[in-house]
């Protein structure tokens, strides 16, 4: 019996292990919390023929585990090139990346393809395993994938027929040295496919189209490009602000007439009318666009999708109200540029919530921002001595490190006026390990927490 070693324990490494079995392989899952040890781990590799190691794509390269395996020369793939591997090849897989927007992104496009009648699934970073799906053998034309750039590392072999990077702004620079060697991996959802398959290009981001233009980037896109922009050029575009698409995708709406506009591109749907408010969604919705249109969705079905379909949980969710104040939950801001696109998603009085891990990240945009449009700062987690350096530079005084939610929500309940027309917004701008299990944990103790102490 062949052996493989599964090093993680969460959603994508238990998928691993139950596919990897189902396929016959004597399996060692190495978790340090829940299952073998690394050490363990290490002596079976020195003990036992091991064909390959599925990485769970958190844990860092430098893990001891890893270099005994790059000694021994074994194999170290990712849990998404395993299930492709063994994936129904007539099912076709489109891939979404990007710095923001991603999940909002993917979910929405599954949530489509699913509404139009189409047999589709969402996995992979959006929180459900792609081997497990595999493993589970169900019938499907499409797999949505939201990849991260964890799972774009090592020269990944996932075939995307449809695949788009939304946008790239500084994040994750605790793993990579720097920041361009995150944007670089980024591009790695390119990489095999081919002329018969399509990239969706948001010419909106300066970031990629400098990155696009260089010749290593250039090998790996050989796919069909769909271009799309929230400006008057592109393919799928916005146009007073009507989204239109071009009837032939060769063509681009720069430099046309709006006679030509009108007679050579269709109108869809107004912005107003998006259900998704905000500019970061109305990115978001013209990858949905992009898709629908190559998958040919009929029209109809995709402006009645459009016009309805929900904000995700944790992602500018609006689920408490106390006399005229809202209370939005926005824990899936875990970068500058995702809060930065919440505050602007706001025109009354902002009260924000900031803080968690320290990224590494410049907050310089952030504290600006704030400054311009934020009343007052309740900051918590590790990084807020460094928030507070960052604001008393600009000489913005508005601030109190409350350390907790807990904290925040009991001092917001004694010292807030609920009766002004305000927006309590919860958007972290990074991680917090330091104090929550993920984005969805913390999103959940926040509202937990809102509905306990304000409740009343």
Same mark, same amino acid.
């Given at each position: ?112 393809? *699913? ?89 909106? *981001? ?41 009837? *032939? ?208």
């Amino acid at each position: 019996m062949e052996k493989a070693l599964v090093f993680g324990a969460g959603l994508s490494g238990l998928g691993a292990k139950e596919l990897l079995e189902k396929k016959g392989y004597e399996v060692y899952l190495i978790d340090d919390k829940v299952a073998k040890t690394s050490k363990e781990g290490i002596e079976i590799l020195n003990n036992k023929k091991i064909e390959f190691i599925v990485k769970s794509p958190g844990i860092p390269w430098k893990a001891e585990l890893l270099q005994v395996a790059k000694e021994k020369n074994v194999q170290v793939i990712s849990e998404i090139d395993l299930a492709y591997k063994y994936m129904d090849k007539n099912i076709k897989v489109f891939s979404i990346t990007g710095t923001n927007g991603k999940t909002t992104t993917a979910t929405k496009i599954y949530e489509l393809l *699913d509404f139009a009648g189409y047999k589709a699934r969402l996995a992979g970073n959006a929180g459900f395993s792609f081997a497990k799906l595999v493993a589970d053998e169900e019938p499907l034309e499409y797999v949505v994938l939201e990849l991260s750039s964890y799972q774009l590392e090592n020269n990944p072999q996932i075939h995307s027929n449809i695949a788009g990077i939304i946008n790239l702004t500084p994040d994750h620079l605790t793993r990579y040295k720097t920041v361009e060697d995150y944007y670089i991996t980024k591009f790695n959802i390119f990489s095999k496919q081919t002329e018969d398959d399509f990239a969706l290009i948001n010419l909106d *981001d300066p970031v990629f189209l400098g990155l696009a233009e260089r010749e290593e980037i250039k090998s790996l896109m050989k796919a069909k490009n769909v271009y799309l922009s929230k400006e008057k050029k592109g393919n799928i575009f916005v146009y007073n602000n009507e989204i239109r698409i071009m009837n *032939d995708l060769a063509d681009r709406a720069e430099n046309l007439s709006e006679s030509e506009i009108l007679e050579k591109s269709r109108f869809l749907i107004k912005v107003e009318d998006l259900a998704l408010k905000g500019v970061h969604n109305l990115e978001n919705m013209l990858f949905l666009i992009g898709v629908a249109t190559i998958v040919k969705v009929p029209d109809e079905k995709v402006v009645e999708f459009l016009s309805s379909t929900k904000a995700l949980e944790h992602r500018l969710e609006n689920f408490f109200v106390k006399g005229n104040t809202t209370f939005i939950n926005d824990s899936k801001g875990t970068n500058v540029e995702s809060t930065l696109k919440a505050i602007d998603s706001f025109n009354n009085d902002i009260i924000m919530i900031l803080g968690g891990d320290d990224k590494k990240i410049d907050n310089t945009e952030l504290v600006k921002r704030i400054a311009e449009k934020v009343e007052r700062v309740y900051l918590i987690g590790d990084n807020a001595p460094l928030l507070i350096d960052d604001m008393e530079k600009i000489n913005y005084k508005n601030y109190k490190n409350l350390e907790t939610l807990e904290n925040v929500l009991n001092y917001i309940k004694e010292n807030e006026d609920f009766e002004k027309d305000q927006t309590i917004l919860f958007s972290p701008a990074t991680s917090s390990f330091c104090q929550f299990r993920s984005f969805e944990h913390r999103g959940k103790v926040f509202k937990e927490l809102t509905v306990k102490i304000l409740g009343n």
